[in-house]
Nanobody, 123 residues
Framework: QVQLVESGGGSVQAGGSLRLACAVSGRTFSGYAMAWFRQAPGKEREFVAAINWSGGIRYLADSVKGRFSMVRDNAKNTAFLQMNSAKSEDSAVYYC????????????????WGQGTQVTVSS
């Protein structure tokens, strides 16, 4: 079994920054891709960012390009989402996900999920 725990969420003013972390534990496997998704009230879960095992391939949703970045530390089984220039529309519950394979932006293709961390951006 694989467990994912997100942290770093909270409240931030528009234009501010937050850094989310996702720690993976349990029966992990090498070569897994990691991703962040988010879901706002009344909306579908949407892709935010993904990174492959080596960190050499990274995808970002158009809505966060130039503001967010994703990195990972395989020695610590942890991935990070750096959120800069936050906007009110970034407010959502952010979920971390892991899949045994390459990076994709489709939620159903991810195998394990965290419980989520709330991010609230106030204007």
């Amino acid at each position: 079994q694989v467990q994912l725990v997100e942290s770093g969420g909270g409240s931030v003013q528009a234009g501010g920054s937050l850094r989310l972390a996702c720690a993976v534990s349990g029966r992990t496997f090498s070569g897994y891709a990691m991703a962040w998704f988010r879901q706002a009230p009344g909306k579908e879960r949407e892709f935010v960012a993904a990174i492959n095992w080596s960190g050499g391939i990274r995808y970002l949703a158009d809505s966060v390009k130039g503001r967010f970045s994703m990195v990972r530390d395989n020695a610590k089984n942890t991935a990070f989402l750096q959120m800069n220039s936050a906007k009110s529309e970034d407010s959502a519950v952010y979920y971390c996900a892991v899949r045994n394979g390459g990076v994709v932006d489709k939620a159903p293709l991810y195998d394990y999920w965290g419980q989520g961390t709330q991010v609230t951006v106030s204007s």
